[in-house]
């Protein structure tokens, strides 16, 4: 069994990157705002990527952020047992083993409960809308109850989390995850129900995505986890379920920090462009956005371990006469107040503007800033290619798909340039020039919609 031990509370810090000056009339401003939580639990064996302030602003050395004592989480697993798990009947194996090499990297005292999902949702253990608590006992109960999972009936996925979240509420946790398995689409429930599900427990606990085999619906797998701010991907071959229910829960028990906010304060006359993250995925954050007073706004980033993420933020100011400079917006790291409390300021960093005459510097682009810009457009680019391609769009997706074979090249993501070349032939990757191939795996072409939103960081 893999146990990870916790240890303190992780530190925050934030980095800002950008070219503060702008020319004579200029009103946009652009920053990477690069967010590093270190010191505090397990990244499940990935290395934390550095985030290097030498090119940045960085906030001065930042409180501790508060956190129960270990262990502070609580976890239910859904489990898709529709009828179509039994197609090969090896599926439905595979996912019984995956969810027990979960549960086995589950760490002693953390909560947690498995629910079986079909066009209803159902508590496999341990029952009576509780969860049970981790332990050698109560591992071997949930891995004796999974043997009674057969598969049998529709999809609804809305119900599997609104079940979770009835099990989850009561919890007196700091982190509260899902982890969410279905190998078809939600055909049982409508999507403006699944809507109003996700919309129902938003906030309420985080949760990952899963869709095994190549018969769900890539947008509603990707729309549960982007919705709950979890990852979602692909396991082709249910025989990589285990693995990757592994890696799911060990990054799941190395979380130690819930409910954080960016927190994005903003003088009068500067209006917001978009809040989004950018790595290690995209992830649009602007509608996303709860008032927390005058000119300030609260953006959901989730829980948080040993881990770096960069976010971009647009804002457009008041133009002003060569010389002048302001602060366009300070961003700061929040949890919400405890207790009728002020809310806590984990770290911040400023977004600043300054006029200037000096073309070289005004015209200039931060590398950060270039970089991520591209990538959002490689992760459009995708998607939009995908889609023409299926509308039978030929141009549209040649395109469409050459652009963005040119941006992964251009950029260093050569994860997504192999899957990209399991979609079109590559002649010219610097031009981004291509040929749909004539045929393509429905797994190649799932993968690379899966995981179109992944980014690489900035080349140091």
Not at 77 to 96: E, L
Not at 289 to 316: F, I, K, M
Request: charged share 20%; with cysteine; proline share 5%.
């Amino acid at each position: 069994m893999a146990n990870l031990s916790k240890s303190t509370a992780p530190r925050f810090s934030v980095d800002v990157y950008q070219n503060e000056f702008l020319p004579e009339g200029g009103r946009e401003v652009n920053a990477i705002v690069t967010v590093t939580s270190t010191g505090g639990g397990t990244t499940g064996g990935v290395p934390l990527p550095s985030a290097s302030s030498a090119s940045g602003s960085s906030a001065p050395s930042a409180p501790t952020a508060s956190a129960g004592p270990s262990p502070d989480a609580a976890v239910v697993i859904m489990v898709d047992c529709s009828g179509s798990m039994d197609y090969p009947p090896t599926k439905m194996r595979h996912a019984r083993d995956a969810t027990a090499a979960a549960i086995d990297t589950l760490r002693d005292g953390v909560a947690f409960a498995v629910v079986s999902g079909t066009h209803v949702a159902k508590e496999v253990f341990p029952g009576q809308g509780r969860l049970a608590v981790a332990d050698a006992s109560t591992r071997a109960g949930a891995k004796e109850a999974l043997r009674r999972l057969s598969a049998g009936g529709g999809t609804a996925i809305g119900t599997w989390l609104r079940l979770a979240d009835r099990l989850l509420a009561p919890a007196d946790v700091a982190i509260r995850h899902g982890i969410l398995l279905t190998d078809g689409r939600n055909e049982h429930e409508s999507a403006d129900a699944l809507r109003a599900a996700l919309d129902s427990v938003s906030g309420r606990f985080t949760c990952d995505a899963r869709g095994v085999g190549t018969d769900w619906e890539v947008k509603e797998v990707t729309g549960v986890a982007s919705a709950l701010l979890g990852t979602a991907d692909i396991v082709a071959d249910p025989a990589g379920l285990a693995e990757d229910f592994t890696r799911m829960m060990e990054n799941a028990m190395g979380k130690e920090v819930a409910d954080v906010s960016l927190r994005l304060w903003t003088p009068v006359g500067v209006e917001i462009g978009f809040v989004k993250q950018v790595a290690p995925a995209v992830e649009e954050l602007t509608g996303r956005r709860t008032e927390a007073g005058p000119r300030v706004g609260d953006y959901p980033t989730g829980s948080w371990g040993d881990e770096s993420r960069d976010y971009h933020v647009c804002v457009r100011v008041p133009e002003a006469g060569i010389g002048q400079e302001m602060l366009a917006a300070r961003v700061s790291l929040v949890l919400p107040a405890q207790g009728g409390g002020a809310p806590e300021v984990l770290s911040h960093g400023l977004v600043r503007a300054v006029w200037t005459d000096d073309m070289a510097a005004s015209t200039a682009i931060n590398p950060q800033v270039a970089h991520y810009t591209g990538q959002a457009e490689l992760a459009t680019a995708i998607q939009q290619g995908l889609d023409a391609r299926k509308s039978g769009d030929v141009d549209g997706a040649t395109a469409k798909l050459g652009r963005a074979v040119q941006l992964a090249a251009s950029s260093g993501n050569a994860d997504t340039a192999k899957l990209l070349s399991k979609v079109v032939d590559v002649v010219d990757a610097a031009t981004g020039t291509v040929r749909l191939k004539a045929k393509v795996a429905d797994a190649d072409e799932m993968t690379l919609e899966t995981r179109s939103t992944k980014t690489v960081r900035v080349k140091k």
